[in-house]
């Protein structure tokens, strides 16, 4: 999830720094065909040894519902197996934003849990729903 909220151009370059150096993440910038910047997928809190990550995505809303999430999603997936030994993203999304819930049901995520009056969004603090995808692995795909 993304915080909301306005950020100077400094505090935009520090998150970005602490993204791309974090020994544990991996930070992807999307972008258009035109090669232009639409915005980033993440994997955060990987841990080798449990085979586990957490996704962060964010779209500019006139990037969303044109593929292109869907797109980026089987990349991660393969880079995740593949790359970065994992077997599992997790990821949390506001109960409210049904349009992404449904992205991610249909990318094969389902519900875990949910958390509670979790995250402070325009003064209200609002329900986390936990959704999870295990990456199948070319022999349990062909099964």
Known sequence: MVQSGNYSPSEVRAWLRR???????????????DARP??????????SVNGTTDLGIC?????QGKGIAAAVFRLLELRA?????????MLRVLTVNRR???????????????????FLQDGKFRDV?????????????AR
């Open 19 to 33: 993204r791309t150096r974090d020994p544990h993440g991996a930070f992807y910038v999307v972008a258009a065909a």
């Open 100 to 118: 992404a819930i449904a992205f991610y049901r249909k990318a094969g995520f389902r519900e875990i849990g949910v958390c509670r009056r979790h």
């Open 81 to 89: 197996r593949r790359e970065f030994k994992l077997r599992k993203i």
């Open 129 to 141: 729903l936990l959704m999870e995808k295990f990456l199948a692995s070319r022999t349990e795909a």
């Open 59 to 63: 779209l500019a809303g006139e990037s």
């Open 38 to 47: 639409v915005g980033f997928v993440q994997l955060t809190q990987m841990d």
